[in-house]
């Protein structure tokens, strides 16, 4: 839990609650809370206290602590220590196969809406996901997405296409769409239903509901409003732990259970 390896990152350090509270700019009755757990962090105070700590943002809201290993290394005129960091990194744990069946998914329940081209199913897909994963603290198809200038956008996805293409089971059309040339993927074959749990079923079912008649730059806008994408580096990949500091407007799961 983030309060608890607050806690643990001030007695390392000898700060006082008073010291972070000022450096969040909070009274030290409001940080003490929020070493209990009863009050959460805004993303400009986790930033603020990564900063103090001396971690990367992502490190700090995933509890970790970057790990110092020493290696000495001996040669005939001298001694030399020369340090190496380990840093324990959350890789997602991708399924492609699951990705294309839900992909086709997508594309038989809502693909031939007009707005649905190709920047549609990238933010369709990161809502799916993330949501997935704030839901259940389980990852769903488990994709990396990366932050660029128009949201997120799956970086597995072009290569998943190409062989889904060669395969014969899907193909591209490009429409106009309010004047502009949309990129259309049309599914050949039904999805393998045995590929999707009916958990994940509802929760995609959920997303199309709530998501899948924006345009493109209604779900961009959509998507800069979530803090993953907000906290996330310019062109890197976009961190699952940053949903559980999701705001109300973006925010899938009740914390009150």
């Given at each position: 839990m983030l309060f608890k390896f607050i806690q643990t990152?001030?007695?390392?350090?000898?700060?006082?609650?008073?010291?972070?509270?000022?450096q969040l700019n909070i009274a030290r009755q409001t940080y003490a809370q929020i070493e209990k757990g009863e009050r959460d962090l805004t993303v400009t105070e986790a930033k603020?206290?990564?900063?103090?700590?001396?971690?990367?943002?992502?490190?700090?809201?995933?509890?970790?602590?970057?790990?110092?290993?020493?290696?000495?290394?001996?040669?005939?005129?001298?001694?030399?220590?020369?340090?190496?960091?380990?840093?324990?990194?959350?890789?997602?744990?991708?399924?492609?196969d699951k990705f294309k069946e839900v992909l086709l998914y997508i594309l038989i329940k809502v693909g031939n809406k007009p707005n649905v081209g190709e920047t549609v199913l990238y933010k369709l897909l990161y809502f799916i996901d993330f949501d997935y994963y704030e839901k259940y603290e389980e990852q769903l198809m488990g994709m990396t997405y990366i932050k660029n200038h128009y949201g997120p956008t799956p970086v597995e996805f072009?290569?998943?296409?190409?062989?889904?293409?060669?395969?014969?089971?899907?193909?591209?059309?490009?429409?106009?769409?309010?004047?502009?040339?949309?990129?259309?993927?049309?599914?050949?074959?039904?999805?393998?239903?045995?590929?999707?749990?009916?958990?994940?079923?509802?929760?995609?079912?959920?997303?199309?509901?709530?998501?899948?008649?924006?345009?493109?730059?209604?779900?961009?806008?959509?998507?800069?409003?979530?803090?993953?994408?907000?906290?996330?580096?310019?062109?890197?990949?976009i961190e699952y732990e940053s949903v559980f500091y999701r705001t109300d407007k973006t925010s899938v799961r009740s914390y009150d259970d």
């Open positions: 990152l001030r007695n390392e350090n000898k700060f006082t609650q008073d010291y972070l509270a000022e603020k206290l990564a900063h103090v700590f001396n971690l990367d943002l992502n490190d700090f809201l995933q509890c970790r602590k970057t790990e110092i290993v020493i290696n000495i290394k001996k040669d005939k005129e001298n001694k030399e220590k020369t340090r190496s960091q380990e840093i324990r990194i959350n890789i997602p744990q991708k399924n492609i072009k290569a998943a296409i190409a062989d889904m293409i060669k395969k014969g089971e899907i193909e591209i059309i490009e429409s106009k769409y309010f004047n502009h040339i949309q990129k259309k993927y049309l599914p050949v074959r039904e999805f393998n239903l045995s590929k999707l749990m009916a958990q994940e079923l509802c929760h995609i079912d959920e997303v199309l509901l709530r998501l899948s008649d924006k345009n493109a730059t209604e779900l961009s806008k959509y998507s800069h409003d979530d803090v993953p994408w907000i906290v996330a580096k310019e062109n890197q990949p």
